[in-house]
């Protein structure tokens, strides 16, 4: 079975401080990971995949599989950042995604 | 990009009656849909998965003579909740898988709030 945990349902950083939202996965196989966005009154938004290596709005995260972790990071918060951040992992062939329970990030001012 | 267009937003019924709620793939073929639940201040919970010319594929728990869905088209997914009650008032959301060289993962439909009186 795969699961992914998110650990921290809130997360309250200052602007300008470093962010980093933790997730872990547990997959027998290969997984896909991914970071959503749910902005308020906003629809899921991709964030993140982590076959890309990418960087998007300053966010990153590597997948850690020794740890089974895909942590995202973001060096600056800032208060456009304060949203819903899902991890989500899907199985091989993309058949079934499963998402982490969510944390809310909130940038104080 | 691929876009997801989730109809409607709202609605409100009556017990007993049947809601249909549409998803539509504006720009891009979703042979594949996915259709979750999220109860208040929670995750996703899939409910199932919907194959174009195929039966959808229901979670565990989850009663397919409740929540009929139909992927018609490979534009179209429709889940009608059937005899609705209100503990089937939820945030109902539809996504679709998106595949290409460049761009896949998936997107997600806008959801539909059902409230059940």
């Known amino acids: 079975a795969q699961r992914v945990t998110q650990p921290e349902k809130l997360l309250s950083v200052f602007k300008g401080a470093p962010v980093e939202l933790k997730c872990n996965y547990s997959?027998?196989?290969?997984?896909?990971l991914f970071w959503y966005v749910q902005y308020s009154r906003q629809r899921l938004q991709l964030l993140l995949r982590?076959?890309s290596r990418e960087s998007i709005k300053g966010f990153t995260a590597d997948l850690n599989k020794g740890e089974t972790s895909f942590h995202l990071k973001k060096p600056f918060a800032q208060e456009e950042d304060s949203a819903m951040y899902y991890c989500?992992?899907?199985?091989?062939?993309?058949?079934?995604?499963?998402f982490g329970t969510g944390t809310k990030l909130q940038v104080i001012p | 990009g691929a876009v997801v267009s989730q109809h409607p937003s709202r609605v409100i019924c009556k017990s007993g009656t049947s809601v249909k709620i549409e998803c539509r793939s504006l720009?891009?073929?979703?042979?594949?849909m996915f259709w979750y639940r999220q109860f208040p201040k929670q995750s996703l919970m899939l409910m199932a998965t919907?194959?174009?010319?195929?039966?959808?594929?229901?979670e565990q728990g989850v009663e397919k003579d409740k929540f009929l869905i139909n992927h018609a088209s490979l534009t179209l997914s429709t889940l009608t909740v059937t005899s609705a009650h209100p503990e089937d008032s939820s945030f109902y959301i539809c996504?679709?898988?998106?595949?290409?060289?460049?761009?896949?993962?998936?997107?997600f439909g806008s959801g539909t709030r059902l409230t059940v009186v």
């Open positions: 996504s679709a898988r998106v595949t290409g060289a460049s761009n896949y993962g998936y997107t």
């Open positions: 997959y027998s196989g290969s997984p896909e």
């Open positions: 982590h076959i």
């Open positions: 989500a992992l899907a199985s091989g062939g993309y058949q079934k995604v499963t």
């Open positions: 720009d891009f073929q979703a042979t594949t």
């Open positions: 919907s194959n174009e010319g195929s039966k959808a594929t229901y």
